[in-house]
């Protein structure tokens, strides 16, 4: 229990002598890991989205709600049978319903308040010639029973290779400025063991560890690196919070997209993970100097 209270007492003394320091490397943790974190947050809102067209689906037929099955088994046959699709895949109400408690896992009013016989079912069609999609799918309006044809055309791709630019422009300032976090971290440390350096070499002589030693500095790395990575992780949250909120009543191209709590976190706790590894980092490289480690 003493060595606990002697490592925090020496650990807050440390960060508190080199407080600027101390406060530029928390806020360059905090932004970086915040970059990275609503940047794959945002990733996983594509990906909700997107996940249908994933596949090479270029149109999806959706039923009206009331349709009989006389009218499903039509456009079933008239897919059979069109020598220009390639593959099709029919998602019944169940499966409707499966989707849409994913979509909507973070809002169960929503979901108790729907049954799956209140959902379309759809095919989600895959052309021999994604060139023809429109014209294919222009086919598929006319017929009873049919809601709406959603086609891809060009706007998912271009959504996709806009997303993969911009995310790897967001991770590469995110390194740069986790870098730079790296680096004031390992400054701070190393200006906190020269400013002690004659009581470290007493300690030293006396027959202290060079654990013993290390462990208050690694603290203060520590320290910097969670604050750092716990603010990133509420900013990430908020984003969410912000991107569900603006979602709830989406346009048509946003259909489909979602985020989850589960989302959230998941990329909340790889920014957590990621600020402690930083502050560790940081601390062992500052203290090479100094200690053998």
Do not use: C
């Not at 959504?159 to 004031?184: E, P």
Request: proline letters at 2%; charged letters at 20%.
């Amino acid at each position: 229990m003493a060595k606990l209270s002697y490592f925090a007492r020496e650990t807050l003394i440390s960060l508190r002598r080199n407080l600027l320091m101390t406060l530029a490397g928390i806020l360059t943790v905090t932004v970086s890991l915040f970059l990275f974190g609503g940047m794959s947050l945002l990733s996983k809102l594509v990906d909700h989205g997107t996940g249908m067209w994933k596949d090479n689906v270029e149109f999806v037929v959706w039923m009206k709600v009331d349709a009989t099955d006389g009218q499903v088994k039509e456009v079933r046959s008239a897919l059979d049978s069109s020598k220009e699709v390639s593959r099709w895949k029919f998602i019944d109400k169940d499966a409707a319903y499966a989707e849409f408690k994913r979509a909507n896992r973070d809002r169960p009013g929503l979901v108790t308040s729907v049954a799956p016989k209140d959902l379309p079912t759809s095919f989600r069609v895959v052309p021999e010639d994604a060139g023809r999609t429109a014209l294919i799918a222009d086919q598929f309006r006319a017929h009873a029973g049919v809601d709406e044809v959603w086609t891809a055309e060009k706007t998912v791709k271009q959504l996709l290779n806009f997303t993969s630019k911009v995310r790897l422009l967001f991770y590469g300032l995110s390194l740069v400025l986790l870098a730079s976090s790296l680096f004031l971290i390992v400054n701070t440390i190393r200006l906190a063991t020269f400013a002690r350096r004659r009581e470290i070499e007493v300690m030293k002589l006396v027959g202290a560890s060079n654990a013993f030693v290390r462990i208050p500095f690694m603290a203060e790395g520590l320290v910097q690196g969670a604050i750092g990575a716990g603010l990133a992780f509420a900013g990430v949250y908020l984003l969410k919070v912000l991107i569900s909120r603006g979602l709830a009543n989406p346009a048509a191209l946003l259909k489909g997209y979602y985020l989850t709590t589960g989302d959230a976190l998941s990329v909340g706790w790889v920014v957590m993970v990621l600020g402690v590894m930083i502050g560790l980092l940081g601390s062992l490289v500052g203290l090479r100097r100094f200690l053998k480690v």
